[in-house]
């Protein structure tokens, strides 16, 4: 049984900083696209960040250079590092997966191509 279970999330101040993690179970790893999407209130969920078995990354555009998206396949740990936060970054955040034998440019693909998801972590970012 595929899981992903988020953490990290929390209340901050604009310019702070917040790593997510995501640990995965049931399944291989390395066979998947893994990407981070957020929601906020009153809209559509977004990709912010995802990561390719050969660990390309890609990213939004209005989180590029402040995120860093990176994975550990020892812990089987896909992490998100937020930094210089905004309050246009509060949000539900969601680690989310598509299972793939190898992975080039899940970020593109968007929700519907994801297979799995966590159930989000929360971050707040005050003004």
């Known amino acids: 049984q595929v899981q992903l279970v988020e953490s990290g999330g929390g209340s901050v101040q604009a310019g702070g900083s917040l790593r997510l993690s995501c640990v995965a179970s049931?399944?291989?790893?390395?066979?998947?696209?893994m990407v981070w999407f957020r929601q906020a209130p009153g809209k559509e969920r977004e990709a912010v960040a995802g990561?390719?078995?050969?660990?390309?990354?890609n990213y939004a555009d209005s989180v590029k250079d402040r995120f860093t998206i990176s994975k550990d396949n020892a812990q089987n740990t896909l992490y998100l590092q937020m930094n210089s936060l905004k309050p246009e970054d509060t949000a539900m955040y969601y680690c989310?997966?598509?299972?793939?034998?190898?992975?080039?440019?899940?970020?593109?693909?968007?929700?519907?191509?994801?297979?799995?998801w966590g159930k989000g972590t929360l971050v707040t970012v005050s003004s």
């Open positions: 049931g399944y291989s790893f390395n066979m998947a696209c």
């Open positions: 990561i390719d078995s050969d660990g390309t990354t």
């Open positions: 989310a997966i598509e299972l793939v034998a190898f992975c080039a440019g899940g970020f593109f693909r968007g929700v519907k191509a994801m297979d799995y």
